[in-house]
């Protein structure tokens, strides 16, 4: 949902410039990584009580603790997201998103400042490294780039989550498809995925590969399996969950039925790594109620939170207020939008929880900071995260690649302030809300300091 508000944003971009971008308790013993597993064959019972590393602790390995417990029971991961999508040379020029195969591109003096300001958890939402268009191979640029990622975050002491955006089948304009033939070129906007079997058997592969080869890597804290599937939206132009499921239940086209083979694939090869789990309607907390959860080691539910809508992706003119009285839903109706109504909003999470005894993280979240009293709408939103025990990562932390960190509008990038024409880094009230709850974190992933 927060993409297709930013094909505007995007689009703002291109203008001025180039263009833009249950939980089932864990098993007590995980099973052995070289017998099959299925969804069905794995147990319930209670989630272990193991040591975590931190700061004072000594260094491990995947094997000598147990990764599950890093989602279980309270917040322990407080971080953000770094977006990165395959460049367009054509599109994008030579600067905007760097010279490379995949932009923008961060160093790693940009992993170590999030570590250095108390974020532990960094949220990879990257292009895949399957190739997007048959016959779905591997891409070795791209799998080469994930490694460095993740050797970056190692370094800087950080645990990550793989979240791959694109990929067979799928390219990363499907978040703001809305710019097809407007400010990019309807060919690059791919999203056969969702009526294409080899495109999901292919996505399928994608995964059992990746964590086959990254299953060792302690910090890897866990597999988002997509971001924001939406087959929904790009197929029948539905955004009501209680408007798809009656006609698409079970077909091609419904992830109750493709998630969990991308479970079964990992579990194969991996029986530790937590897998991060998301539902149609782009993960957002409003369909997660039609997400079906199955029996796997450590599956942990995770939404993107950007509601309501019309105030986390305002204009800087429209001036919408929390609290404030507003039209919150398009029906030309002014509601009450203050703490009781955001509390609603995130209710189907609890009921959720509840239901199915499951672990929920929110893996996106943000609002645009020109927003009237964001700093207090992220801290109730945090707070509440917190009272649940949910880890959570804020949309985005950007790349100091000057062209592209001082292009533009930059949206959700905190420290450049409030004001909505500036971008440099100032004090500003949002994000010390935001670095106050980071500072709650005392987990690393290993004992060396940071550099």
């Not at 927060?2 to 703002?12: D, V, Y």
């Not at 959860?293 to 950007?306: D, E, G, K, T, W």
């Not at 645009?368 to 995260?385: E, K």
């Not at 949206?411 to 670095?435: H, K």
Request: aromatic share 14%; charged share 15%.
């Amino acid at each position: 949902m927060r993409q297709n508000i930013f094909a505007f944003l995007i689009g703002m971009l291109w203008v001025l410039a180039a263009a833009l971008t249950a939980c089932i308790p864990a098993a007590s013993t995980p099973p052995s990584s070289d017998e099959t597993v299925t969804p069905a064959a794995i147990v319930r019972s209670p989630a272990p009580s193991l040591p975590l590393l931190s700061a004072s602790s000594s260094a491990a390995t995947a094997q000598d603790w147990d990764k599950c417990s890093l989602w279980t029971a309270t917040t322990q991961l407080r971080g953000a997201n770094i977006w990165q999508r395959i460049r367009v040379p054509a599109l994008d020029g030579e600067e905007l998103l760097g010279n490379g195969y995949i932009g923008p591109p961060y160093t790693q003096q940009d992993f170590d400042r999030l570590a250095a300001l108390g974020a532990n958890y960094v949220n990879l939402s990257i292009p895949g490294i399957f190739s997007e268009r048959p016959p779905y191979s591997l891409d070795e640029q791209a799998q080469a780039h994930l490694s460095h990622l993740l050797e970056m975050a190692a370094r800087a002491n950080l645990f990550a989550v793989i979240s791959f955006r694109s990929g067979p089948g799928r390219s990363d304009f499907t978040f703001y498809r809305d710019g097809a033939g407007v400010w990019y070129d309807p060919s690059l906007l791919i999203e056969t995925l969702w009526s294409d079997p080899e495109a999901q058997n292919a996505w399928v592969e994608m995964w059992r590969y990746t964590a086959e080869q990254y299953r060792h890597l302690p910090h890897v804290a866990g597999y988002d399996l997509m971001v924001e599937p939406n087959a929904n939206e790009v197929l029948f132009n539905l955004y009501n969950p209680s408007q798809f499921y009656p006609h698409y239940a079970n077909t091609l086209y419904d992830w109750n039925v493709f998630y969990p083979r991308m479970v079964e694939a990992i579990r194969n090869v991996d029986s530790r790594t937590p897998i991060l789990v998301g539902n149609l309607g782009s993960s957002s907390v409003a369909w997660l109620p039609y997400l079906q959860p199955i029996s796997a080691y450590c599956l942990v539910y995770a939404v993107h939170q950007y509601a309501p809508f019309v105030y986390t992706h305002q204009s800087p003119e429209d001036g919408f207020s929390y609290p404030g009285s507003f039209d919150l839903d398009w029906d030309g109706q002014l509601e009450r939008f203050d703490r009781q109504h955001l509390m609603n909003e995130l209710t189907p999470l609890l009921q959720f929880q509840q239901a199915h005894h499951a672990r929920l993280a929110v893996n996106e979240f943000g609002v645009v900071r020109w927003a009237p009293n964001a700093a207090q709408f992220l801290s109730d939103q945090m707070d509440f995260f917190e009272q649940q025990g949910f880890n959570y990562a804020l949309w985005v932390w950007e790349a100091r690649w000057q062209p592209w960190y001082t292009w533009g509008d930059k949206a959700m990038y905190y420290p450049f302030g409030s004001d909505p024409n500036n971008l440099q880094e100032v004090e500003n009230e949002l994000f010390a809300v935001i670095l106050n709850f980071w500072k709650r974190n005392i987990l690393r992933p290993k004992a060396t300091q940071m550099h």
